[in-house]
């Protein structure tokens, strides 16, 4: 076969290689306005949700799985609550996917052999487990069981060995509310895509896992947390023009939708503040509080100055990093923690997913050579 160099420009153009403002889904589930600064989740703001709303991280659950369509699931915390005792009592068998030494490798591991064929709620329950068990199992420490009185974020601070503190549970709570969902960020959209071909949904969760591990997705909280270390009591701007002129990204800093702050910032900073007001440690969180902002307004006057037409400011990672500080989550768990919160949004979307039917598969523009034509003799 002989092949030919066709001019590129006389194929199908692409669309822009990453998606961005291609709409391939409709959802009821949750609506990002990036141009004002808003997210609703189930119908209501996320700060709403998350500050004002006395529900638990169930409530939430609730709300995206009643709109996606998928089973009504009657006693919901119950449910969770026994995925965290079934998801213990078999962990003897998941000890060397949990022992990886990367927590989101482990998260991945344990999922993928220890959830097959569970249904959605009890992949939700499990994670909490995974994450919690597989944290001590690494530092050589024996796992503790899950208590079905509590609640999620009760049980996870319980089942990590932090104080019994209804402060930092509610603040918990706050968070995985508010990253419950948000629009078709690249893990929903992976689970969509696995739940397009009629798969079942661990291997969904999984390929969201997959692409919540990247640094540009799920990642960026860790780094987040080093950079507010490295700054400590110095004007952070000459680290953040070494940074950039190094060619690195200031994590924390810039959206795909959000053109104006992300608003999980505020409700974040908002969280914060609360939790000071009724921590012990009042003056730590707030002086780390203070400094995060310092390093906010810096790294945001700086991008300005780098891409005055493209606004780049706080995303949800930048205040994530300092609540999950606060609440007593070691940084190498941020993203596997953060997974246990928008695994709501996950099994909500592949619940709505599967009502449309419909296979996701888009089309690639082929740049390589073309086949020769075969010429008559
Ligand atoms: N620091 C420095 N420069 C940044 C930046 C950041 N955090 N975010 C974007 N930019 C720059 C890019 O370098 C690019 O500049 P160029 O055109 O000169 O190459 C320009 O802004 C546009 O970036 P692009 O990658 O096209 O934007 P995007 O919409 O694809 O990126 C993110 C969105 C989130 C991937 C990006 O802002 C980023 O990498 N942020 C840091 C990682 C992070 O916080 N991730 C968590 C996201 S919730």
């Not at 509310?177 to 992976?190: Q, R």
Request: proline share 6%.
């Amino acid at each position: 076969m002989n092949l030919i160099g066709l001019p590129i420009g006389d194929r199908p153009p692409a669309k822009a290689s990453g998606l961005e403002g291609v709409v391939v889904a409709d959802t009821r589930l949750s609506h990002v306005d990036g141009e004002r600064g808003e997210l609703l989740i189930a119908g209501y703001r996320a700060e709403e949700l998350a500050l004002e709303d006395p529900g638990h991280f169930e409530t939430v659950v609730e709300r995206l799985l009643a709109i996606s369509g998928a089973a009504p699931q009657p006693a919901l915390r119950e449910h969770l609550a026994r995925a965290r005792i079934t998801t213990f009592a078999r962990l003897p068998q998941l000890t060397e996917a949990l022992s990886l030494s990367d927590s989101m490798d482990a998260l991945l591991a344990a999922t993928a052999q220890g959830s097959a064929g569970s249904e959605g709620l009890s992949v939700l329950g499990a994670l909490s487990v995974y994450v919690a068990a597989g944290a001590r199992l690494r530092s050589g420490r024996t796992p503790i069981a899950p208590d079905a009185s509590r609640s999620t974020a009760q049980d996870f601070m319980s089942m990590r060995c932090l104080p019994d503190d209804p402060a930092r549970a509610r603040a918990l709570d706050a968070y995985w509310t508010t990253v419950s969902d948000h629009g078709l960020n690249a893990s929903t959209f992976a689970a969509r895509v696995v739940a397009s071909t009629g798969s079942d949904v661990m291997p969904c969760v999984v390929a969201a896992l997959g692409a919540l591990k990247g640094p540009l997705h799920g990642g960026a909280p860790g780094p987040v947390l080093d950079m507010l270390d490295e700054t400590t009591d110095m004007d952070p701007r000459g680290w953040l023009e070494r940074e950039l002129a190094a060619g690195r990204r200031i994590m924390g800093m810039g959206h795909r939708i959000y053109r104006v702050r992300d608003p999980r910032a505020f409700v974040f900073e908002q969280a914060l503040t609360r939790l000071a007001a009724e921590a012990p440690e009042k003056s730590a969180i707030t002086a780390r509080l203070g400094h995060a902002r310092r390093v906010e307004q810096a790294a945001r006057a700086l991008l300005h100055e780098r891409h005055p037409e493209r606004p780049l400011c706080a995303n949800v990672e930048f205040y994530t990093a300092l609540l999950l500080e606060a609440v007593g989550i070691p940084r190498e768990l941020f993203t596997a923690t953060f997974a246990i919160g928008r695994c709501a949004g996950w099994l909500a979307h592949i619940a709505e997913q599967r009502h449309t039917g419909r296979l996701i598969r888009p089309a690639a523009r082929y740049v390589g050579p073309m086949l020769a034509q075969t010429m008559p003799e």
